[in-house]
């Protein structure tokens, strides 16, 4: 009776466990394809190269002036006091920092500003994943990377593109 008991138990959790799988459905997409197809990304580049025109090489203009200033303020020992020479002493290693270190600032700088014009992009390509998986009926979506073999039908840039009235090239690359 035991044996018969245990058939019945498992014979009943592999169909359930059958049922659980037959409605799981994955998709999948490159979010990065996308955002790159959107048009506000082609803006970004030309917005990037204003920010970096308007305000990050002028500051660097300010920051080496300053820094020149500052210096020959310093070495000219008989015109300036000695608590204006020790405050510009504590000055000038972050002055000279700045000035040796400028395109890593102006890569962080740049990186931060673009993260900035992406994220509403982002955000909307994700709203745009969630609602078509919802219509599609997946239960998963997944990057496209994350998998080894997938397939085609289940690639969601096609639907996704469409909800958001973008064109993807005929020769995308994907």
């Known amino acids: 009776m035991k044996k018969f008991l245990t058939a ?3 014979a009943t959790g592999l169909l359930f466990a059958n049922n ?3 409605q799981m459905k994955i998709g999948y997409i490159r979010i990065d394809d996308m955002v ?3 048009p506000e990304t082609a803006k970004i580049d030309s917005l990037l190269e204003r920010y970096q025109a308007d305000s990050i090489n002028p500051k660097y203009a300010q920051i080496v002036a300053l820094y020149q200033f500052k210096d020959s303020v310093y070495r000219d020992s008989l015109k300036t006091s000695a608590i204006v020479r020790k405050q510009i002493e504590e000055e000038l290693p972050s002055l000279i920092y700045q000035i040796q270190n400028w395109q890593q600032i102006v890569n962080q700088a740049l990186e931060s500003k673009q993260n900035e014009y992406l994220n509403p992009i982002y955000k909307k390509v994700f709203d745009a994943v969630k609602l078509v998986a919802k219509e ?3 239960t998963h979506v997944l990057t496209k ?4 073999v997938a397939p085609d039908a289940d690639d969601m840039i096609a639907a996704v593109a469409a909800k958001l ?3 993807i ?6």
Do not use: D, H, I, N
Request: no cysteine.
């Open 169 to 174: 090239p005929k020769t995308g690359g994907r």
């Open 20 to 22: 659980a799988s037959a």
């Open 165 to 167: 009235k973008v064109t």
């Open 36 to 38: 790159s197809l959107m």
């Open 136 to 138: 599609k009926g997946y």
């Open 145 to 148: 990377e994350a998998l080894l």
């Open 8 to 10: 019945v138990v498992l």
